[in-house]
T-cell receptor, first 115, second 116 residues
């Protein structure tokens, strides 16, 4: 019955590797997001998709590539991982477009550790 | 661009005491305002939100927040804190982005510790 789920929950990998994080929501929402939470708990938006269309793309290295195969899924692929990519990545979803006025529902997070 | 300031990074209160967490925002118009709570190892959960109308909004878990336009503030309050309220609290503002879309900007969070 999980509303927003992410896999894996923990990800430990070496510098230079490529990894993916998957996100699925069963709420029927139109908009999905990826956030990065750093070690100081600062939460910053990376991307947002509405009905599979990219609508928010913050200043994120192009090593990060989101993919939305359908509106219930938003995956995050990261190439050539760096130490600074270590963080907790949260997926979220909301009903409606753009998210500025909508409640966002967050997944449990994926803790990425790059060694 | 909008911004959110949470002046207190860490607050400690005794169980049963009242709580106020401060939040100030910067935006040209009235933004959408939110408070989210993050328990350890969990994602964020919405406590309450303000869009318009009554400036005192009630949320879940006995929390309330008051919007004060003159002070650009949206402080979160609870009259009596329970040990289970220990968590990280995030104030957020939803406002303009580009292409007609909006995005939510989060503050840095306030960590609440509750002591017996």
């Amino acid at each position: 019955d999980t509303a927003v789920s992410q896999t894996p929950k923990y990800l430990v990998t070496q510098m230079g590797n490529d990894k993916s994080i998957k996100c699925e929501q069963n709420l029927g929402h139109d908009t999905m997001y990826w956030y990065k939470q750093d070690s100081k708990k600062f939460l910053k938006i990376m991307f947002s998709y509405n009905n599979k269309e990219l609508i928010i793309n913050e200043t994120v290295p192009n090593r990060f590539s989101p993919k939305s195969p359908d509106k219930a899924h938003l995956n995050l692929h990261i190439n050539s991982l760096e130490l600074g990519d270590s963080a907790v990545y949260f997926c979220a979803s909301s009903q409606g477009v753009g998210g500025g006025a909508d409640e966002q529902f967050f997944g449990p997070g994926t803790r990425l550790t790059v060694l | 661009a909008q911004s959110v300031t949470q002046p207190d990074i860490h607050i400690t209160v005794s169980e049963g005491a009242s709580l106020e967490l401060r939040c100030n925002y910067s935006y040209g118009a009235t933004p959408y305002l939110f408070w989210y709570v993050q328990s350890p190892g969990q994602g964020l959960q919405l406590l309450l939100k303000y869009f318009s109308g009554d400036t005192l909004v009630q949320g879940i878990k006995g929390f309330e927040a008051e919007f004060k336009r003159s002070q650009s503030s949206f402080n979160l309050r609870k009259p009596s804190v329970h040990w289970s309220d220990a968590a990280e609290y995030f104030c957020a503002v939803g406002a303009g982005y580009s292409g007609g879309y909006q995005k939510v900007t989060f503050g840095i969070g306030t960590k609440l510790q509750v002591i017996p």
